[in-house]
């Protein structure tokens, strides 16, 4: 069972920066694509970014492409999730998850294992 903690979280203002951290329990999650998901109250958690288990590719959803960037640390059991020019509309708890088996990184049902959340809100 694989345990993931996301951290780096917080409140910050409208065109700030934040990085947000997902720490792996086990380092079998190195040969595993990982992802970022946000769900905002009242809404469907939806996909933010993926990267694959050698982090050569990465995807993001229309909505941050530009703005964020999605890198992982393998050695370290590590993802990251770089936020810059951050909107109130980006205010949402972010999830860390991960996944050995599909191709189809944007499905959040493909994911097996899911950290807690971490809250970001962006004031304006």
């Known amino acids: 069972q694989v345990q993931l903690v996301e951290s780096g979280g917080g409140l910050v203002q409208a065109g700030g920066s934040l990085r947000l951290s997902c720490a792996a329990s086990?380092?079998?999650?190195?040969?595993?694509?990982m992802a970022w998901f946000r769900q905002a109250p009242g809404n469907e958690r939806d996909f933010v970014a993926a990267?694959?288990?050698?982090?050569?590719?990465?995807y993001y959803a229309d909505s941050v492409k530009g703005r964020f960037t999605i890198s992982r640390d393998n050695a370290k059991n590590t993802m990251y999730l770089h936020m810059n020019s951050l909107k109130p509309e980006d205010t949402a708890v972010y999830y860390c998850?991960?996944?050995?088996?599909?191709?189809?990184?944007?499905?959040?049902?493909?994911?097996?294992?899911w950290g807690q959340g971490t809250q970001v809100t962006v004031s304006s």
């Open positions: 086990e380092r079998t999650v190195s040969s595993s694509a």
């Open positions: 998850a991960t996944q050995r088996y599909s191709a189809d990184y944007l499905d959040r049902r493909v994911y097996d294992f």
């Open positions: 990267i694959s288990s050698s982090g050569r590719a990465t």
